[in-house]
């Protein structure tokens, strides 16, 4: 529901940067997290916005533009560990309590040597 | 660092048979949530819980999903009759309430599979 949309893959190399797209419906828009998923492990938050603009944290960056229902998620200088599928998740206050997640299907990132 | 544990790691069943997944939640959180990830779909929300009370469900969580926390640390998921399509991966979260966001945390998840 809520037509997240992500790219299903993308590829990159080691060092360089990578720009993961997440498009959603804008009506009800609450918030917006990103987190990572190692394959057969559990979701890791890494980021979180609810106004317009850019949150840096290290090699991890998250922007959003509400009025467009865009996010993107930008990692810098990739290392191999980084390979990984990447959630894209939003909260809607259609009713929702507690901070419902709605979840894209995921960008699964393959980084090479 | 505080972490979400749910246990068992994996469980194997047969169809119509309970099964009970347990989670402990991170010990200063109040907010517990279930999601469950069937093998290359995305997660999907199943229920939210706050002052031992049901606060949203989907409408996947239907009559044969319940919820308990049973004691001040548990907080458990039972499937009362499993059927084939609730083979998945159920991530237990919790979340504290930070200036009006709900920060959700994923346990490691538990493997159901339904034979």
């Known amino acids: 529901g809520q037509n997240i949309d992500q790219p299903t893959e993308m590829t990159a190399t080691e060092g360089a940067i990578v720009q993961i797209n997440c498009t959603y419906q804008?009506?009800?828009?609450?918030?917006l997290f990103w987190y990572q998923q190692h394959a057969g492990e559990a979701p890791t938050f890494l980021s979180y916005?609810?106004?317009?603009g850019l949150e840096e944290k290290g090699r991890f960056s998250s922007f959003l533009s509400r009025s467009k229902g865009y996010s993107y998620l930008l990692l810098k200088e990739l290392q191999m560990k980084d390979s990984a599928s990447y959630l894209c998740a939003c909260y809607f206050d259609r009713g929702s309590t507690l901070g419902r997640l709605y979840f894209g299907r995921g960008t699964q990132l393959t980084v090479w040597p | 660092e505080p972490e979400v544990t749910q246990t068992p790691s994996h469980q194997v069943t047969q169809m119509g048979q309970e099964v009970i997944l347990r989670c402990v939640p991170i010990?200063?959180?109040?907010?517990f949530y279930w999601y469950r990830q069937i093998l290359g779909q995305k997660v999907e929300f199943l229920v939210s819980?706050?002052?031992?009370?049901?606060?949203?469900k989907s409408e996947i969580f239907d009559d044969q999903f319940s919820v308990e926390r049973p004691d001040g640390s548990n907080f458990t998921l039972k499937i009362r009759s499993t059927k084939l399509e609730d083979s998945a991966m159920y991530f237990c979260?919790?979340?504290?309430?930070?200036?009006?966001?709900?920060?959700?945390?994923f346990g490691p998840g538990t493997r159901l599979t339904v034979l």
């Open positions: 010990s200063n959180h109040l907010y």
């Open positions: 979260a919790s979340s504290e309430r930070l200036r009006g966001v709900y920060t959700q945390y």
């Open positions: 916005n609810v106004l317009d």
């Open positions: 804008t009506s009800g828009f609450n918030g």
């Open positions: 819980f706050y002052n031992n009370e049901i606060s949203e």
